[in-house]
């Protein structure tokens, strides 16, 4: 029997990058980069269990061509790790494969936290950082709208579209659970990890020279932290890092560079740096809770 190789879709793709937490399923090598010049690169493979032919590397299987194809028989590895799994796949028999790739989106998963209880509900989204806002949906199986962007270089330049773009996910985020760890006045620098999820509640942000278009002089901020909003905690800060592109309408942007502001966040941590006391972070959302300030 000759097997047509079947395509992996666009959307099991995602989920298996998403359930990955973007890293190879191996090694844990970040395969999702982005540098100062906004230029992305992908340094991983799709790679098959069983092989999509028959006489690949571990193909002899009852698997049709569909099965071959689907997220169950794919896993997110390195470039490296790929061609180590596949050249020894005595080593690498179908089954140590897949304990690998449960072990790995159970690591990822416990970056997640637990749910959020008695959060304020969303009425305003000042700013939805859209690819990480859909890497966290994936991992925690809701369903966020998936905008569009299209040639728009920002949520902004959606127009119209963006009201109704931030009201779906203000519905998603007020109906569905969020998970995350959740800050307290306590919370110490130690307790974050890189990769974990956090939550803070309606609490004070300042603010410095945050930008209204996304530009070089961006990144160039960002290094210097100057392109930010934080949050002062004890004996450290959390800060996180604002692309301009993500800010949802100018009111938006009006708050977010005030100097000083009340704001829900959730937020992805970046690096914890216990020297300078300072924790990076991307905020996914934030937001004004339904009364407003
Ligand atoms: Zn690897």
């Known amino acids: 029997m000759v097997l047509q190789r079947v395509k992996l879709s666009e959307a099991d793709r995602r989920h298996i990058i998403a359930q990955s937490g973007g890293c190879c399923n191996k090694c844990k090598t970040r395969l999702f980069l982005e540098n100062a010049f906004g230029e992305r690169a992908r ?34 590895l390195c470039k490296n790790c790929h061609a180590e799994v596949d050249q020894q796949p005595k080593q690498f028999p179908v089954v140590s494969l897949l304990q690998m790739r449960e072990k790995h989106y159970d690591w990822v ?83 974050l990890q890189v990769g974990e999820y956090w939550y803070s509640s309606e609490a004070t942000f300042r603010s410095k020279k945050i930008l209204d278009e996304y530009s070089a002089a961006v990144p160039q901020a960002w290094k210097k932290q100057e392109c930010i909003i934080y949050r002062k905690f004890n004996d450290w800060r959390l800060v996180c890092m604002i692309d301009p592109r993500w800010m949802t309408t100018s009111t938006a942007s009006v708050t977010l560079s005030s100097g000083i502001f009340k704001t829900i966040a959730l937020v992805h941590i970046a690096s914890v740096d216990l020297t300078s006391k300072v924790a990076m972070a991307s905020p996914i959302f934030l937001g004004a809770p339904d009364k407003g300030f």
Do not use: C, W
Request: glycine share 10%.
């Open 43 to 76: 340094l991983g493979d799709d790679a098959h269990i069983v092989a999509a032919s028959e006489d690949g590397p571990r193909g002899e299987s009852d698997l049709g061509a569909q099965g071959r194809a689907s997220l169950k028989n794919v896993m997110l």
């Open 109 to 191: 998963e416990s970056f997640l936290g637990d749910v959020v209880l008695k959060r304020p509900p969303f009425h305003y989204l000042s700013y939805i950082n859209v690819p990480r806002a859909d890497m966290y949906a994936v991992a925690n199986s809701i369903s966020l709208p998936q905008p569009q962007l299209g040639a728009a270089k920002s949520i902004r330049d959606l127009g119209i579209v963006s009201g109704r773009l931030m009201a779906g996910y203000v519905s998603v985020l007020n109906h569905d659970d969020l998970y995350a760890n959740e800050f307290s006045g306590n919370t110490a620098l130690t307790d």
